[in-house]
């Protein structure tokens, strides 16, 4: 019992592989919020405003009245005698200037924080409009905490972070790879058909593939089904690893760039590459420039 508590305790806090580049890890996390925030500015008070897409009863009748909302925090500004479009418009330019003090390694921990309150706020509010990209980057800003805390117990800390984000991931692709194979779609190739003529224009070339030779579909949506189902085998097993690692990004480089999920496949680009740090990480000549944390 001692041997296997010692193993448990050496997997989830004595990993410290790359701690040198945990810097790296807060930039990149960091930098895709940001970008993510910017470029639905021009949308902001169609989502979020009293008379925009989202109606605000509705919303707040979808989500648990515990919830962080805009809300809740525009109607303390309000009683102030600020007009709710200025309160809002304060509350995004806090959550941007919260990331670029993270990025700047001033006050860290504390405005990581706030960023994750706001952004909770953000998906709260637009719980009808949310989908699965909304609230992994709402675990990746998360992960971003863990990552920010500086403590004489920095090893531990990110161990644990990296084991989490492992986890968590292993637990997303196997679940969805399950759901795949409890279906009929995946297994005919259908799935994947239904993605190239739904998000794409459909030429002649794969038109003429599903017509002639449909097995081509059949063999990529079976790989997926595969790929994801036996992900936390795959990724944890030396042989496989860099294989599985290099074909969950290619698949999530495929649905940027067909299905333009940009959100949802660059977040999970990100924690997959955190997660498991692939060679490019740990051997750029770009971070070896860099000193590592003091600890």
Request: charged share 15%; net charge positive; glycine share 4%.
């Amino acid at each position: 019992m001692n041997i296997a508590a010692a193993k448990l305790n050496a997997f989830f806090f004595g990993y410290d592989k790359n701690i040198e580049k945990k810097n790296l890890f807060i930039t990149a996390i960091s930098l895709f919020g940001l970008l993510n925030i910017l470029l639905i500015l021009p949308d902001l008070y169609n989502i979020y405003s009293k008379s925009g897409i989202i109606n605000v009863e509705i919303n707040d009748f979808l989500i648990r009245k515990d919830q962080i909302r805009l809300a809740l925090i525009t109607d303390i500004i309000e009683q102030a005698g600020i007009r709710y479009e200025y309160a809002l418009a304060g509350i995004i330019a806090i959550y941007i200037c919260s990331f670029i003090f993270v990025l700047a390694n001033y006050y860290r921990l504390f405005f990581a924080i706030v960023v994750v309150l706001i952004h909770s706020a953000l998906i709260a509010s637009s719980y009808s409009f949310s989908y699965g990209a909304d609230y992994m980057i709402s675990f990746s800003l998360f992960v971003n905490v863990l990552l920010c805390i500086d403590s004489k117990y920095n090893r531990i800390v990110y161990s644990f972070t990296i084991r989490l984000i492992q986890l968590q991931l292993c637990v997303i692709y196997f679940f969805s790879g399950l759901g795949k194979a409890m279906g009929n779609n995946w297994y005919t190739g259908d799935a994947i058909w239904y993605l190239v003529s739904t998000y794409t224009d459909v030429n002649v070339l794969t038109a003429f593939i599903a017509t002639t030779v449909p097995f081509v579909f059949q063999v990529i949506s079976l790989s997926v089904v595969i790929a994801e189902l036996f992900y936390p085998f795959l990724i944890y097993n030396k042989i496989t690893k860099k294989t599985a690692l290099l074909y969950i990004i290619i698949t999530h480089l495929i649905i940027i760039l067909m299905i333009n999920l940009y959100t949802f496949g660059i977040v999970m680009i990100i924690l997959n590459v955190i997660a498991f740090q692939p060679k490019i990480i740990t051997e750029s000549k770009y971070l070896k420039k860099h000193e590592p944390i003091t600890e």
